[in-house]
């Protein structure tokens, strides 16, 4: 009971209502982070054009914080330009949210991973 | 947020809430009767010694003591722990003897033991199955000329198996080795007797049975003498001084004569549930395992790992229900349970178990409200899981080259 109470109201509406849950279709940038070992695994999956990311979508296998982190990563990088993408850190995730509980800032850190492990793989696939 | 008053609490391993009986056994010891049970010179002193007696007879009673001067009060049993391992280590002639113990006992065990371990103390850990039973003929191996204690919990709070507590009893009897067990999640439940297994000390904690926070007991067979860890006045037959806690102690009594009369039919109702629950569970959700024995188990404890999906993302869905997980993120350490990873259960399957814990509280409409659930959002969990994803592909998880991310 306690859990949803150390959440804030985002946390818990990303976490209940996620967006973009899923794999994109055609997608030219896939990221991979964290380890079944360690609790948190995240894939990201995006479609550039253009230079620019039109579609975002997440999988991810980890506490309420990291599905609240990963379904607003994807939020917030859908429309934008790669290099604007790429600036965005797990704080700024968390700061969307409304802040997260100390002890779940690593799962914000997982997001900004998997973005950024994304861009890396379309940039590779893109030379 | 936080509706507590509607919640369907289901985690009675971590505590129990006070029976309404106990409370009120208590409520006078909270008021007019205030007396030091010390104060051997007037009517409020002789008042408070009477209750402490009666609540020593109750708890000697549920646990088949010889005699009610066998219990000793504590603030609970992590302090019975403590007091069972150091007050045993310390009364030893030489400061270096063997303890054996278990890797899935409690914290209080673990940590009491990993102290003495540092002061000079060898401690080895008999090797326990997949389901957590220890291998009795391991511990008789183990058993060397230096060994003076064998403690082994009566059943475990994260997994529910039960240990042959009988059998560890005469084995250290026959070797003259004093048995400890932490009997916690055990009393209650099922069946302990003292003297029947050979019982020499036994940790009690009431606010698991129905009793209070921050009471508990050690019983201590007669003619054990142990060095204590609280001085001051020599209290408790010189084992444990402070004045004594009273109203805990009432409250622990009366809880321990409520668990004696009704402990058999109570476990009898909860293993329904229990049954139901699991029952449930495995015909309604794939890729499920059971963690911990599949039958020599607490009644009323069950423990799953929903593959791919972890415990506190499933928690958080089971919304009105009070549950825990053995999964990194519950925990304050950030840590998966240690108990999982004793019994072999790999890591990416410890952060996606739960533990079910059944208590008075709890119908047959609760575990079908839960059922509901757990069918539900284990299978929208599975859905935004990559590891589901990839397990329908036929990769094997375990086989992966993952990053690590920073923690």
């Known amino acids: 009971m306690d859990l949803t109470q150390e959440y804030t109201d985002a946390v818990m509406d990303h976490y209940e209502h996620p967006r973009n849950v899923g794999i994109v279709e055609n997608a030219n940038g896939v990221g991979v982070v964290g380890n079944p070992a360690c609790g948190d695994v995240m894939k990201l999956t995006l479609r550039v054009e253009d230079g620019r990311i039109v579609d975002a979508k997440f999988k991810t296998f980890g506490c309420g914080a990291a599905i609240a982190t990963s379904s607003m990563v994807t939020e917030m990088v859908k429309g934008k330009k790669v290099e604007e993408a790429l600036e965005i850190s797990n704080k700024a995730v968390a700061e969307a949210l409304g802040g997260l509980p100390k002890v779940k800032m690593h799962c914000s850190v997982l997001a900004e991973d998997a973005l950024k492990a994304a861009i890396d793989d379309f940039r590779k696939k893109n030379k | 947020m936080g509706d507590k008053m509607n919640a369907i609490y289901m985690d009675h391993h971590a505590t129990t809430p006070l029976d309404a009986e106990v409370l009120d056994a208590m409520m006078p010891f909270l008021t007019e009767n205030f007396g030091n049970p010390s104060s051997s010179t007037h009517e409020f002193g002789r008042i408070a010694r009477n209750a402490v007696e009666l609540g020593r007879q109750q708890i000697a009673e549920l646990i088949g003591a010889e ?13 019975s722990d403590n007091l069972a391992l150091k007050g045993a280590a310390y009364g030893q002639k030489k400061r270096n003897g063997h303890i054996i113990t278990l890797a899935t006992e409690h914290k209080a065990i673990l940590d009491t033991a990993k102290r003495l371990q540092k002061e000079g103390y060898e401690i080895s850990f008999a090797k326990i199955d997949s389901h957590g039973v220890v291998n009795l003929d391991d511990l008789r191996n183990l058993i060397k000329p230096e060994t003076f204690l064998i403690s082994v919990q009566a059943a475990n709070s994260e997994i529910g198996t039960l240990q042959p507590i009988a059998q560890i009893g005469a084995l250290a009897h026959e070797h003259h080795i004093l048995f400890h067990t932490d009997a916690v999640q055990a009393l209650g439940r099922i069946d302990v007797n003292v003297v029947r297994d050979h019982i020499d000390m036994l940790s009690i904690s009431a606010h698991k049975m129905y009793g209070p926070k921050g009471i508990g007991a050690l019983y201590v067979k007669k003619g054990i003498k142990l060095t204590p860890i609280i001085d001051g006045g020599g ?12 109203p805990g102690i009432v ?3 009366k809880a321990s004569e409520i668990a004696k009369r009704h402990w058999k039919k109570e476990s009898a109702r909860l293993l329904g549930l229990r049954n139901r629950l699991a029952k ?74 739960i533990r079910f814990g059944l208590g008075k509280s709890n119908t047959e409409e609760h575990v079908d409200i839960l059922l509901d659930l757990l069918e539900k959002n284990v299978a929208r969990l599975r859905d935004m899981s990559p590891l589901y994803e990839m397990a329908k592909e036929g990769i094997d998880i375990e086989k992966v080259g993952w990053t690590e991310h920073a923690h």
Do not use: W
Request: charged share 15%; proline share 3%; glycine share 10%.
């Open chain 2, 67 to 79: 005699s009610a001067d066998e219990i000793v009060f504590t603030s609970g049993a992590t302090e």
């Open chain 2, 235 to 246: 209290h408790e037959r010189g084992m444990r001084s402070g004045t004594l806690n009273v």
């Open chain 2, 251 to 253: 409250g622990l009594g």
């Open chain 2, 280 to 353: 449930g569970i495995e015909a309604r959700i794939e890729n499920v395992r059971l963690n911990g024995h599949p039958t020599q188990r607490l009644p009323n404890n069950l423990n799953y790992s929903f593959a791919y999906v972890e415990g506190e993302s499933l928690i958080l869905a089971c919304k009105g229900v009070a549950l825990s997980s053995g999964s990194a993120c519950t925990s304050t350490s950030l840590q998966s349970s240690y108990v999982l990873k004793a019994i072999g259960v790999p890591e990416s399957l410890a952060h996606c178990s």
